[in-house]
Nanobody
Framework: VQLQASGGGLVQAGGSLRLSCAAS????????MGWFRQTPGKERDIVAA????????YYADSVKGRFTISRDNAKNTVYLQMNSLKPEDTAVYYC???????????????????WGQGTQVTVSS
């Protein structure tokens, strides 16, 4: 599966953005999906993830209550709604896919097989 992330940009603290990740192919519903972020010199960290059906989600503690991950399997797209953005949310955001129809939500960078190109999110104070 090929992934194309979009929706990043510059926003003031307290604002909102919605990231989208469009996937190619007809097997999107067989993949768990994740959003990760990375800043220069730091490791890529998970932000949120969702299993193949959308029945299970995972959020990093730093974004709980502010971010929401969702998916539309009919549109081959996963979303990340980001509200109450903070300057520390500034990063390049990546979407990723892991094959498998399980209830378990993969959380590790090394668990994912396919990666999108990244979209920059900048939150000004």
């Amino acid at each position: 599966v090929q992934l194309q992330a979009s929706g990043g940009g510059l926003v003031q603290a307290g604002g909102s953005l919605r990231l989208s990740c469009a996937a190619s192919g007809r097997t999107f519903s067989s993949y768990a999906m994740g959003w990760f972020r990375q800043t220069p010199g730091k490791e890529r960290d998970i932000v949120a993830a969702i299993n193949w059906s959308g029945s299970r989600t995972y959020y990093a503690d730093s974004v709980k209550g502010r971010f929401t991950i969702s998916r539309d399997n009919a549109k081959n797209t996963v979303y990340l709604q980001m509200n109450s953005l903070k300057p520390e949310d500034t990063a390049v955001y990546y979407c990723a896919a892991k094959m498998g129809r399980t209830v378990v939500v993969p959380k590790g960078v090394n668990e994912y097989d396919n990666w999108g190109q990244g979209t920059q999110v900048t939150v000004s104070s």
